[in-house]
């Protein structure tokens, strides 16, 4: 089976950019039968709502990288399934405070969506057992602070953040847009203005600049998505399947922890790592050589005992 990619954009480009990007498609695939397809992120689950009956009419349709769709839409699909997303929110505040029990204040980013309002609620929830001794802000959202976030405001946020404090980058998106390159930029701006760490709770921002985070794992979601697929295609009716979503795991910046001094042990059997610190050679690693050397020494000793027994006198031996 062939297997291609076909970035379709992101949702601030406008109708006729995704018409281009359709005809490209269908010029391409014209004269092929497609056996599925998969929309990775709902602009491409949006876009293939849009232009699937011209594309590939009821050819089946996994969606992943993205919320559960509101279940009357996904119905009215035919032979539409797919993996839900769910962002580790309540997590991830959990990790804050494990790996800085000392955490004061978190400062929460977001945007004026709606996702934004969900998550924040979300994270509201999940500090509550923490209030007594730390507090939860959203600059930009707060009652006598409503005017939302704007590059500049959010450049001097982060380089207000105390070091006894932590930033959870949630959702920014200034321009409408979930692609990864500006979250990993919004991710790598904020960890070079602040003194205090970021964690994230989407993949991308984790090797940009954050701490860490527990967060949906691409390589998870992908390879669920492919599973659902096949089961589609060996039969199985899209429009009844259980599919859960794929857990959210703990992923640490290893180099970013050093530098806030976070002990290994919090996190090192618990997380996966992003740009490891190459750890000194340890006594396993140096016992073989140990023991090449020390049988070399003992050689080196019977040698020469055998050397002077062999050059003494009779009377010496």
Same mark, same amino acid.
């Given at each position: 089976?062939?297997?291609?990619?076909?970035?379709?954009?992101?949702?601030?480009?406008?109708?006729?950019?995704?018409?281009?990007?359709?005809?490209?498609?269908?010029?391409?695939?014209?004269?092929?039968?497609?056996?599925? *397809?998969?929309?990775?992120?709902?602009?491409?689950?949006?876009?293939?709502?849009?232009?699937?009956?011209?594309?590939?009419?009821?050819?089946? /349709?996994?969606?992943?990288?993205?919320?559960?769709? %509101?279940?009357?839409?996904?119905?009215?699909?035919?032979?539409?399934?797919?993996?839900?997303?769910?962002?580790?929110?309540?997590?991830?505040?959990?990790?804050?405070?494990?790996?800085?029990?000392?955490?004061?204040? /978190?400062?929460?980013?977001? %945007?004026?969506?709606?996702?934004?309002?969900?998550?924040?609620?979300?994270?509201?929830?999940?500090?509550?057992?923490?209030?007594?001794?730390?507090?939860?802000?959203?600059?930009?959202?707060?009652?006598?602070?409503?005017?939302? *976030?704007?590059?500049?405001?959010?450049?001097?946020?982060?380089?207000?953040?105390?070091?006894?404090? $932590?930033?959870?980058?949630?959702? +920014? %998106?200034?321009?409408?847009?979930?692609?990864?390159?500006?979250?990993?930029?919004?991710?790598?701006?904020?960890?070079?203005?602040?003194?205090?760490?970021?964690?994230?709770?989407?993949?991308?921002?984790?090797?940009?600049?954050?701490?860490?985070?527990?967060?949906?794992? $691409?390589?998870?979601?992908?390879?669920?998505?492919?599973?659902?697929?096949?089961?589609?295609?060996?039969?199985?009716?899209?429009?009844?399947?259980?599919?859960?979503?794929?857990?959210?795991?703990?992923?640490?910046?290893?180099?970013?922890?050093?530098?806030?001094?976070?002990?290994?042990?919090? +996190?090192?059997?618990? $997380?996966?790592?992003?740009?490891?610190?190459?750890?000194?050679?340890?006594?396993?690693?140096?016992?073989?050589?140990?023991?090449?050397?020390?049988?070399?020494?003992?050689?080196?000793?019977?040698?020469?005992?055998?050397?002077?027994?062999?050059?003494?006198?009779?009377?010496?031996?």
């Amino acid at each position: 089976m062939n297997v291609d990619a076909l970035p379709v954009g992101n949702a601030q480009d406008g109708v006729e950019h995704f018409e281009t990007v359709f005809q490209s498609i269908s010029d391409k695939y014209g004269d092929q039968s497609l056996d599925g *397809l998969i929309a990775d992120g709902p602009v491409a689950y949006a876009f293939l709502r849009k232009y699937r009956e011209d594309l590939a009419p009821l050819v089946p /349709v996994v969606y992943c990288s993205m919320p559960a769709p %509101d279940p009357q839409r996904l119905m009215s699909c035919a032979s539409c399934s797919g993996v839900p997303m769910d962002l580790g929110v309540a997590e991830t505040v959990d990790f804050i405070f494990a790996l800085r029990p000392e955490t004061s204040i /978190v400062v929460g980013i977001i %945007d004026g969506s709606d996702e934004s309002q969900r998550l924040r609620r979300q994270a509201e929830a999940a500090i509550a057992p923490y209030m007594d001794r730390a507090s939860l802000i959203f600059p930009g959202y707060e009652p006598g602070d409503d005017n939302g *976030l704007d590059m500049d405001t959010l450049r001097d946020v982060a380089a207000s953040v105390p070091m006894s404090g $932590a930033i959870l980058l949630l959702q +920014y %998106d200034p321009v409408a847009t979930s692609s990864a390159p500006l979250q990993s930029g919004v991710s790598r701006m904020l960890a070079d203005r602040s003194d205090a760490p970021v964690f994230a709770v989407r993949q991308q921002a984790i090797g940009s600049g954050a701490l860490g985070g527990v967060v949906p794992v $691409a390589e998870d979601q992908g390879r669920q998505a492919g599973l659902v697929m096949q089961r589609i295609m060996e039969g199985e009716d899209a429009t009844t399947m259980l599919v859960e979503a794929v857990p959210p795991v703990p992923v640490v910046d290893q180099t970013v922890a050093a530098r806030f001094a976070i002990p290994a042990a919090l +996190y090192l059997d618990k $997380a996966q790592i992003v740009n490891p610190i190459p750890q000194p050679a340890t006594g396993e690693n140096l016992e073989p050589m140990t023991g090449w050397l020390s049988g070399g020494l003992l050689a080196v000793v019977l040698m020469v005992f055998l050397a002077i027994r062999r050059t003494g006198t009779p009377k010496d031996r």
